[in-house]
């Protein structure tokens, strides 16, 4: 089949107001009922218990609207949206958008999930404890890791009880003081560095040796006695692997440091190769990447953290048990780090995590990684063929399941940069690639990922586009540089992104920025009254 | 974003130095003086800035109704306006076809008098420098890129891009400005092949927000907080007591703002116990700081964009003064951005001792943030020589 590119798209456009601009005063998507005689005269005011001093004296200016409404407001954005779902999501590199099996969401909707409290006595929750030790048993297998906790939020969350764990690590053996330096390399998540610092630590940066390989001599210069531990993900934000990892982790070993390693996309090694056989000592898998739990917009997400025997005692509690006959909590362990997050984790992630390894087996996860390493070098070997692109660190050989592209030959032939590009391609339904973390190591980037989800004609139908953004950009540049044309917006004033002055978290703030006063304030009907 | 009502039609100053670039395809490496600039038209060079100037302005002509443009005559202005389809106000006199730095100089004051909001500029670094001498702070400046000599990060990565960052600034989409280095280097010393770089001033340029490299290699509010994070850590380590030498740059005068001193953003400044000991001190006086026997250290930060640590505007921090440091006394700052725009390259040392800069090579820990630190590599200038090709597509504004 001849990859068709979909030039006659166009993305919906509802034109859709902002939800605190909306509804009239009053309007209600529920009129609650009166409490009733009896209850109201047993318990009396609810709000009494609380202090005058922290109650609002005017209610929140929330947004009053019916449920239709609200209805509709949320399906149009979500219309005017690129998910998943929706398009070929290959240019998320790094974040490994692959399908996630529409019946594990059936089963994590049966009232049999949602409705378990973890507050339940371990008795009545027996079967999805099962569940999660099952999964820990996976992953135990998969990184030869020793144990598992589930309770990270997300990815960062799981680089962060790494770090937390290093550090209580050291201070068990009285070295915290000393042992204050974590290293990491500049193409590894920026969270290999922002977590650990969070934690306290000391975050010393490598860069690559020329060829884009991370630098061994650049380590020898950095480890020391104050050295605490590497995080580093392998393959690195490029897609090099690095060959030499056994030496990394053995120079850091012999240092003293301990050896953390960020496999929150683990796609292209799955079944290939170990964290255990690369010596480290603690590793994190995003369920939400590898093993196909959505993404879901930012959550519910987990970062399954493993490490090896002599270091389960500084895990978060509780840890899962099973005596042979009966799954536990084990709150009872005194060197833990206490808690990074409330209760067990998420637990619906790791379901559906368990039911996709189900699916597919051991040599099913393999098969993950061979294809996901195939497409990639596939799509490639198509790519560099693209007048314009460049791939970053040619030299550097194994590429496994991403790529850091460059279109800095493009930018220097037309003046059309990554940046134009990623404004165009949406204008044939494709999700705008993601760019780089910063700092821009590799000029005008921007990185793909085929995973294992995607088909050939999939990735000739993406190739397709980029082929006809480049030759746009050669023939008729300001098609390009006016992107997107085809959009629900046209091209944003991005220059407020640059300007503290003009952030806005909330839309109080952008209310006070934009007029430069405080808006006006209208007491409201309580929102414990009906509506009138 | 307020919608403010615009003063006036915007002022755009404009300067052609007509003869930038043209000692390059003939191996002159500049064009400084009358006797090169005879010699590089007797080898057949063509003028390299006019062409340039107008690619730049031909990305100004859609705001021809919203921005006056003032130019110098003939050749350094007025002809590549009308090329780009622009109608100058015409300034001031020249000697067609004998044009020298004095003209810019006068040029670049009479715009300033002017009030232009905004002057364009095609040259080089000796033109950057004539428009540094004349121009008083405060008022941005962009450069095209046309010289031999691109040292300066006052220029553009291209001439499209210095035409569409004057637009972007003119039509108010860009409003954010930093200091950039005017860099120049000796060129009877080049020409020799000795390489003599001096830091020669800054100019303000306008900053493209969010839509170009030196930007996404880090974004502007990164690289102020950055720069807030260095200074606290710096000054953290100055509680130590010690002797601070610290040398020129924005970079460092960040510790200084924190300290609530003063720097002398060309010079050498030493700090001890939070004082500020010397001021815009040369090799001698640092020397004499260094001959109580207290502990030393050297502040400084790569100048210019070629990544030099030493022997590019800071030359007063000598192999003499280096060595009563010490390697491990040095402390090289850059914010993380300005590491990525190096592309790669290593940090480079010229302090005019080659066995010194060669002790001084290997792998150094750069500071770029509080707490944090990237291990780079540092090479010996001379034995990884600069090509000026190489330096064009780094330093720029873009």
């Not at chain 1, 120079?251 to 079944?271: E, F, K, P, S, T």
């Not at chain 1, 700092?439 to 993406?462: C, M, R």
């Not at chain 2, 010229?350 to 800069?357: A, K, M, N």
Request: net charge neutral; charged share 25%; proline share 6%.
């Amino acid at each position: 089949m001849k990859p068709r590119r979909k030039d006659g798209y166009h993305a919906v456009a509802w034109q859709e107001p902002i939800i605190l601009e909306m509804g009239t005063p009053g309007e209600r998507g529920v009129l609650l009922p009166p409490a009733g005689e009896g209850i109201t005269r047993v318990v009396g005011d609810v709000l009494e218990s609380i202090p005058a001093d922290i109650r609002r004296r005017n209610p929140p200016r929330l947004p009053e609207l019916s449920q239709p409404q609200v209805l509709r407001h949320y399906l149009r954005l979500s219309q005017m949206s690129l998910g998943a779902d929706l398009n070929l999501d290959i240019s998320q590199g790094t974040c490994t958008m692959k399908y996630s099996p529409k019946v594990n969401e059936r089963l994590v909707s049966m009232p049999e999930l949602t409705e378990l409290h973890p507050y339940q006595d371990v008795d009545t929750v027996q079967g999805v404890l099962e569940v999660m030790y099952r999964f820990e048993s996976i992953l135990k297998a998969v990184s030869g890791m020793d144990r598992f906790t589930f309770q990270p939020g997300g990815g960062a969350q799981g680089i962060y009880t790494n770090a937390c764990i290093i550090r209580a690590y050291h201070e068990s053996r009285g070295q915290a003081n000393q042992r204050t330096e974590i290293i990491t390399t500049i193409f590894s998540h920026p969270a290999d560095a922002a977590c650990p610092a969070t934690a306290g630590f000391k975050v010393i940066t490598l860069y690559p040796d020329g060829r884009g390989y991370p630098d061994l001599d650049a380590l020898k210069a950095a480890v020391s006695e104050r050295t605490a531990g590497l995080m580093i993900t392998n393959p690195e934000d490029t897609g090099v692997f690095n060959p030499r990892i056994r030496e990394f982790v053995d120079l850091v070993h012999a240092a003293g440091g301990l050896c953390a390693y960020d496999q929150a996309n683990a796609n292209g090694i799955l079944g290939v190769t170990r964290a255990r056989e690369a010596g480290f000592d603690m590793c994190h898998f995003n369920l939400h990447k590898t093993f196909s739990s959505p993404h879901g917009s930012s959550g519910p997400a987990s970062g399954a953290v493993g490490v090896i025997n002599e270091l389960a005692r500084f895990l978060p509690v509780p840890t899962l048990e099973f005596d042979g006959d009966k799954h536990y909590l084990d709150y009872d362990r005194p060197e833990t780090i206490g808690k990074v997050r409330g209760f067990h984790g998420n637990v619906p992630a790791v379901v559906r995590a368990y039911a996709w390894v189900m699916s597919l087996g051991a040599k099913g996860l393999r098969l993950v990684a061979d294809t996901s390493v195939l497409n990639n070098n596939y799509m490639a070997m198509k790519m560099a063929a693209i007048p314009g692109v460049a791939i970053a660190y040619p030299e550097a050989r194994a590429r496994l399941d991403q790529i850091r592209y460059s279109w800095e030959p493009l930018k220097r032939k037309t003046g059309v940069g990554t940046e134009d590009v990623r404004r165009r391609m949406v204008d044939f339904g494709l999700q705008s690639y993601f760019e780089s973390h910063h700092p821009w190591v590799v000029p005008e980037p921007f990185t793909l990922e085929p995973d294992e989800t995607y088909s050939k004609d999939d990735i000739d139908e993406y190739v397709e586009v980029m082929r006809h953004i480049s030759d746009e950009a050669h023939s008729s540049p300001e098609i390009v540089l006016g992107a997107p044309h085809q959009s629900t917006i046209s091209r944003i004033d991005e220059s407020a992104l640059d300007d503290p002055k003009r952030w806005a978290m909330t839309w109080r703030a952008h209310l006070r920025k934009r007029s430069g006063t405080e808006p006006m304030r209208v007491t409201l009907p309580s929102i414990s009254e009906p509506g009138r | 974003m307020t919608g403010s009502v615009q003063r006036r039609v915007k002022r755009l100053g404009l300067i052609v130095n007509p003869v930038a670039g043209m000692g390059g395809r003939v191996g002159l490496k500049g064009t400084d003086g009358p006797e090169v600039l005879a010699q590089a038209s007797e080898l057949g060079a063509k003028p390299e800035a006019p062409g340039r100037a107008i690619e730049a302005l031909v990305r100004l002509a859609r705001l021809s109704d919203k921005v006056l443009v003032f130019s110098y005559p003939g050749e350094m202005g007025e002809d590549e306006a009308r090329s780009a389809g622009l109608e100058p106000v015409v300034i001031g006199s020249i000697v067609p076809g004998r044009t020298t730095g004095a003209d810019t100089e006068r040029a670049a004051r009479e715009m300033a008098a002017l009030g232009v909001d905004l002057l364009l500029f095609a040259g080089g670094d000796g033109t950057a420098r004539n428009v540094c001498a004349a121009w008083g702070a405060g008022v941005p400046v962009v450069g095209i890129p046309a010289g031999v000599k691109i040292h300066s990060a006052v220029y553009a990565t291209g001439p499209r891009s210095a035409g569409d960052l004057a637009a972007l600034f003119l039509e108010g989409k860009v409003s954010r400005t930093r200091e950039a280095e005017v860099m120049d280097i000796d060129e009877a010393a080049f020409r020799e092949g000795r390489v003599s770089g001096r830091l020669f001033g800054y100019l303000t340029v306008p900053v493209q927000a969010g839509m170009n490299q030196a930007l996404k290699a880090a974004s502007r509010g990164g690289e102020e907080r950055a720069l807030d994070g260095i200074a606290a850590e710096i000054v953290d380590r100055m509680k130590d007591g010690g002797l601070y030498l610290v040398g020129p740059g924005t970079t460092t005068r960040a510790v200084f703002q924190r300290l609530g001193l003063a720097k002398t953003l060309l010079g050498v400044d030493a700090v001890q116990s939070g004082r500020l000991v010397a001021s815009d001190a040369n090799e001698r006086a640092l020397l004499t700081l260094l001959a109580g026997g207290t502990s030393g250290r050297i502040v400084v930060t790569p100048i210019g964009g070629q990544g030099f640590v030493f022997g590019r505007g800071n030359q007063q921090l000598s192999p003499g003064v280096i060595h009563k440091v010490g390697r491990e006394g040095i402390i090289v700052v850059a914010t993380a951005g300005k590491m990525a725009s190096l592309g790669g390259n290593p940090l480079l040392v010229d302090t005019g001792d080659s066995r010194l800069d060669d002790e001084l090579g290997g792998y150094v820990r750069v500071l770029t943030g509080y707490r944090r630190e990237l291990v780079y590599r540092v090479a010996s200038s001379t034995s990884s020589p600069v090509e000026p090709a190489r330096t064009r597509r780094r330093g720029g504004v873009e």
